[in-house]
């Protein structure tokens, strides 16, 4: 059994917030769990190549934009699942972060952070 508290657990600064890191590789659980703050009034373009995410919001708002142009609104109680590699783009709103909490299969390093580009996705 694997219990953790959020002060105790890696906290990794991925351009635009934090990601607190539950489960990580190592743990041999095949998933990564995270805490994910997006800072207020970010807007990040990003892609998991390596990796299928689903967030599930607990706090904030914000959005969700494919690279078409179609929008999600993220708040409180919506998850989005990026179950085809998805390139795009996780907005905050401007007036609150945006927190998520999030599932990696497979299961994330620990280290990763993003190269944050408006014109090209940040991608591991």
């Known amino acids: 059994m694997i219990i ?3 002060q105790d657990v890696k906290t990794v600064d991925w351009g635009n917030g934090v990601s607190r890191r539950f489960l990580l590789a190592s743990d041999g659980v095949g998933y990564s769990l995270t805490d994910t703050v997006v800072l207020a ?3 990040s373009r990003l892609e998991y190549r390596n990796h299928l995410e689903a967030c599930y919001c607990i706090a904030g708002s914000g959005e969700v934009i494919e690279l078409d142009g179609t929008s999600h609104p993220i708040t409180p109680g919506r998850m989005y699942a990026l179950d085809q590699h998805d390139a795009h ?3 905050a709103s401007p007036h609150e972060d945006l927190r998520l909490v999030c599932v990696f299969s497979p ?3 620990g280290d990763e952070t993003h190269s944050l580009d408006e014109h090209v996705s940040s991608a591991y």
């Open 4 to 6: 953790r508290d959020i």
């Open 89 to 91: 783009y996780l907005v």
């Open 41 to 43: 009034g970010t807007k």
């Open 107 to 109: 299961a994330l390093q």
